[in-house]
């Protein structure tokens, strides 16, 4: 089978003529190694001979027989031209791929595009893909079953204040599916879940995948979990590269925007890679606005109904939307401008309470409640400072700090070691997955860290996980290998990221 590789792929490109287009192809594949100095001249006799267009918008422009002897090596260039390119005899081709073939290899790539040129809904969709991934994966037929995402795997307005209850809905909804399998049940929800950043977290499993699926849940107020936002959860469940562009997607802001703020329809569309059209409707507040403040009540008699009047009558001057909690007694968050919410509270002398505020003003507010609270709400209040102090935290500045084990807790046997990321784009999901490969032919648990963000320690035996690190070209990555491949694992990581993991070495 003839091999293709993204850099081998060029999308959205312009050219007028057909001659162009052909000289486009002859020239990359001359760059690339493939063909000598002059092939381009075999190609045009070829057209002339007989056109080489083959049918739904696709060409396939190659050497004639008398200039074999000037192809180096086996090689493909494919272009993609969004706008199409006369062909002759009106026909109009949007993906045209350069071939030099040193025999008739060029013939293996013909049964390989039987299923796109049969299929005109596929070939539409190769005039028009931006996601290089993709595409490569349709043209060579790797998409063995292409990935569906059921409108009912999209769950909004949850009224639940708990991230476990998000992971394990969307767990539930993927073995309804028979997607996977308890073990992944399990993981999911014995694992921490990822802060993928502005309230979205994501998670999944290394055991019990069956196929590839999705399941995203949204709360419908934010809330905080370990002093990071949670609005919404992302379960993935992942066998082969087919979902690797779903992945990569996943990290881009206009899929985020439309995860914290749209109607399923328009999230279903986002995920699948197709555009978005902005609405004139009032959107959601972003998740990166909320301010989370934290203060304890001075007040002798706790929150009876005169102080908590006064705490309402000071959340009523903002527009924010704004709930609060009593921490200290685990209750679940309520309207902070609700009068009698807030005395059900019961709160008394010493708890904390939690308030988060969304909106332009939340900030002020926060810092607002946080003066009123400290003054006492129009009472008396101790001199003796609290035992915590209060705090007030914008949640979209805040730092992701590691919620597993600190050093001092790793393994005594465990082996470290940093390596610096040179493939320049970073590690989307093809290289992504060739790291998880290399980490998974080791009898050793792996965990990751990306320095440069601080984030958590994930596992490296996770696809999804690694992408969401956000990993680009200079990235130092953290590599923890405890078991009893653990030096072994290290040294392949190693090797591994120094070739370049699937992409050539970096600069």
Do not use: C
Not at 347 to 363: P, S
Request: aromatic share 4%; glycine share 8%; hydrophobic share 45%.
């Amino acid at each position: 089978m003839l091999e293709l590789s993204e850099s081998n792929i060029h999308l959205n490109i312009s050219a007028e003529t057909k001659q162009q287009a052909i000289e486009m192809a002859a020239r990359a594949l001359e760059t690339a190694g493939n063909v000598e100095s002059g092939y381009l001249q075999g190609m045009l006799a070829r057209e002339q001979q007989t056109s080489t267009f083959l049918g739904n918008g696709i060409a396939i422009p190659h050497g004639t027989l008398e200039t074999r002897d000037m192809v180096k090596k086996t090689g493909v260039q494919v272009f993609q031209f969004p706008q199409g390119i006369e062909w002759g005899e009106g026909n109009i081709a949007y993906v045209v791929i350069g071939i030099a073939a040193r025999s008739d290899e060029h013939l293996a790539l013909l049964r390989q595009l039987t299923h796109v040129l049969g299929d005109e809904d596929t070939a539409a969709k190769l005039s028009t893909l931006t996601d290089v991934a993709q595409f490569r994966a349709i043209l060579m037929g790797e998409t063995t079953e292409d990935f569906t995402l059921p409108k009912e795997n999209i769950r909004l307005d949850v009224d639940t204040q708990s991230l476990l209850t998000l992971v394990a809905m969307n767990a539930g909804q993927l073995q309804a599916q028979s997607a996977v399998e308890n073990s992944f049940v399990s993981e999911v929800v014995g694992n921490a879940a990822l802060p993928l950043g502005k309230g979205l977290w994501v998670t999944d499993a290394v055991s019990g995948n069956v196929k590839n699926a999705l399941a995203f849940s949204r709360a419908k107020t934010i809330f905080s979990h370990n002093g990071k936002p949670v609005k919404g959860v992302i379960t993935v469940s992942a066998v082969n590269d087919t979902i690797n562009p779903i992945l990569t997607r996943l990290l881009e802001e206009n899929v985020q925007t439309a995860l914290l703020n749209r109607n399923s329809t328009e999230i279903l569309t986002a995920l699948l890679g197709g555009e978005v059209a902005v609405s004139d409707q009032t959107q959601a507040t972003p998740i990166s606005s909320a301010v989370v403040g934290t203060f304890t009540i001075r007040n002798e008699h706790g929150l009876h109904a005169r102080p908590s009047a006064v705490l309402v009558n000071e959340v009523k001057k903002f527009a924010a939307k704004i709930t609060v909690q009593n921490i200290t007694r685990g209750s679940e968050p309520v309207s902070a401008k609700s009068l009698m919410k807030i005395v059900a509270l019961g709160v008394i002398q010493g708890h904390r309470l939690r308030f988060v505020a969304e909106g332009d003003d939340a900030k002020q507010a926060i810092e607002a409640l946080g003066q009123v609270i400290a003054e006492g709400l129009g009472e008396n209040v101790s001199s003796v400072p609290p035992a915590e102090p209060d705090t007030i935290e914008v949640m979209g500045e805040q730092t992701l700090a590691p919620e597993v084990a600190e050093d001092n807790g790793l393994p005594s046997d465990a082996i470290e070691a940093v390596f610096v990321i040179n493939n320049e784009h970073g590690l989307h999901a093809r290289p992504s997955a060739v790291l998880v490969n290399e980490v998974k032919k080791y009898n050793a648990s792996v965990a990751v860290q990306n320095l440069d963000r601080d984030s958590q320690l994930v596992s490296a035996k996770s696809l999804m996980k690694i992408v969401a690190l956000g990993v680009v070209k200079g990235s130092r990555l953290r590599f923890v290998a405890t078991g009893e491949q653990a030096k072994e694992a290290i040294d392949g990581i190693r090797l591994a990221i120094e070739s370049g993991l699937g992409e050539g070495k970096g600069e």
